[in-house]
């Protein structure tokens, strides 16, 4: 497996930003789609954002214009800026890695997750 350590998560309050990141400790990063999601209590995981290794995104409809993922490859860092944030954004939100490669579909990969909270 790969290792994903996430940071920048916290409370915020309606309308702030906050920015989270993913850091994998392999190579493989480069040749990896990476995405962002997250559950809330009593929600399943949903997905947020994903940014596939060559560079196309794709976001949830309730995040589009608020949330931009983006990618370093030579630091092996994902990012999710949040933007307009909104109470109903509060939750877990994890990391995932999954590799191009279906012959190396066993280093699909999730991070510990980081708590976001949106309240006044």
Avoid at 21 to 43: D, E, H, L, N, V
């Amino acid at each position: 497996q790969v290792q994903l350590e996430e940071s920048g998560g916290g409370l915020v309050q309606p309308g702030g930003s906050l920015r989270l990141s993913c850091a994998a400790s392999r190579s493989i990063f480069s040749r990896s789609s990476m995405g962002w999601y997250r559950q809330a209590p009593g929600k399943q995981r949903e997905l947020v954002a994903v940014i596939q290794s060559g560079g196309n995104t794709n976001y949830a409809d309730s995040v589009k214009g608020r949330f931009t993922i983006s990618r370093h490859n030579d630091k092996g860092t994902v990012y999710l800026q949040m933007n307009s944030l909104k109470p109903a954004d509060t939750a877990v939100y994890y990391c995932n890695l999954r590799p191009d490669n279906p012959d190396m579909t066993k280093l699909a990969s999730w991070g510990q997750g980081t708590q976001v909270t949106v309240s006044s």
